[in-house]
């Protein structure tokens, strides 16, 4: 099979590698897919550039879509064929999506429900869950206020759809342009620009000096001052999935204290099993009900993966990343 792979961090087009390995043979308990599809998310090139590899050989990549064209023992001969995303594809395992095929636990591949592209399906296993998760975790959003920060990017465009659609007042924030047209498109209320400071101030002046009822966070690093300048109204809840600088965010005690604030954290791979269960079935009802926006920024062939990484590097593509396999 065509695979491509990297043993050390460093630029993409200096680490990572292309070749041909044997086809990979399921075993018990597994189904072996045939991918169409390997999405590309921040945390795959953050994992390349600075994670140390754990293993001899990692290819990269968790999300991908493709068609199950093999079984193991104990797995219904009736799933071959079957259509299907994954999710955890390269996580603490050393062999992702970005090849020709992938094995993996049959649980990992869901059915992708028919009028559901493949591309569509690379980015269900982390955008998706992860927004549908922070919201299943913010509760119920029906007439409050909810802040969505980057929304402009790949989880917040779908936290923004999700949050609209379940009766939310969405404020988004997003950068250049293009990504706050994107979250206008996503159903935000409204959008601003964080890059020009002020936002919140701005959220304040929207919420009649308040603040939101729930802050749904891509960046506590960037969003924790905003806490000490009262954006979350107190009794608020600040569910977060990431940090740009995760070592060390400076938090105001006194805000949070005062304030009754609430946080949560999540990290989308590490899910229960019944929240795992449960974002997959909210997932599978709204494709079937055609109620969610997918948005492809870019293509790239397997061939220029280090095209790709950069892509998602650069901040500059809109829309999720994908690679056609």
């Not at 087009?13 to 597994?30: K, S």
């Not at 924790?224 to 070592?247: E, F, T, W």
Request: charged residues 20%; glycine residues 12%; aromatic residues 6%.
């Amino acid at each position: 099979m065509k695979v491509a792979w990297y043993n050390r961090n460093g630029e993409a087009r200096e680490v990572l590698h292309l070749d041909e390995w044997p086809d990979p043979q399921p075993a018990a308990g597994e189904v072996r897919v045939r991918l169409v599809t390997s999405g590309v998310n921040p945390s795959d090139v953050k994992s390349r550039r600075g994670r140390a590899p754990a293993w001899d050989h990692i290819v990269p990549h968790s999300d991908g879509a493709g068609v199950i064209d093999a079984v193991g023992a104990g797995v219904p001969e009736a799933r071959l064929g079957e259509r299907v995303w994954i999710w955890n594809g390269q996580w603490q395992r050393p062999f992702g999506t970005a090849a020709e095929y992938i094995v993996l636990p049959q649980a990992q591949a869901v059915p992708l429900p028919d009028g559901t592209d493949f591309e569509a399906g690379a980015c269900f296993g982390i955008p998706a869950l992860t927004a549908l998760q922070a919201l299943r975790i913010a509760g119920d959003v029906a007439g409050r206020d909810v802040l969505v920060t980057g929304a402009g990017n790949a989880v917040g465009h779908y936290v923004t759809q999700l949050a609209a659609r379940k009766g939310a007042r969405v404020i988004a924030t997003a950068g250049h342009e293009l990504r706050q047209s994107h979250a206008w498109a996503a159903g935000a209320h409204e959008v601003l620009d964080y890059k020009h400071g002020g936002v919140a101030e701005q959220v304040r002046a929207l919420t009649k000096g308040q603040g939101v009822d729930v802050i749904i966070d891509m960046d506590l690093s960037g969003t924790a001052g905003l806490l000490a300048r009262g954006a979350l109204k107190a009794h608020g809840h600040l569910v977060c999935y990431g940090s740009n600088q995760p070592l060390q965010v400076p938090l105001d005690f006194r805000s949070l204290l005062w304030g009754s604030l609430s946080m949560s954290f999540f990290l989308v791979y590490d899910l229960l099993p019944r929240d795992r269960e449960a974002t997959i079935a909210e997932l599978e009802a709204l494709l079937r009900a055609g109620c969610l926006k997918h948005a492809i920024g870019a293509r790239f062939p397997l061939a220029q993966i280090a095209a790709a990484h950069e892509a998602v590097e650069n901040g500059k593509v809109v829309g999720n990343v994908v690679l056609t396999i």
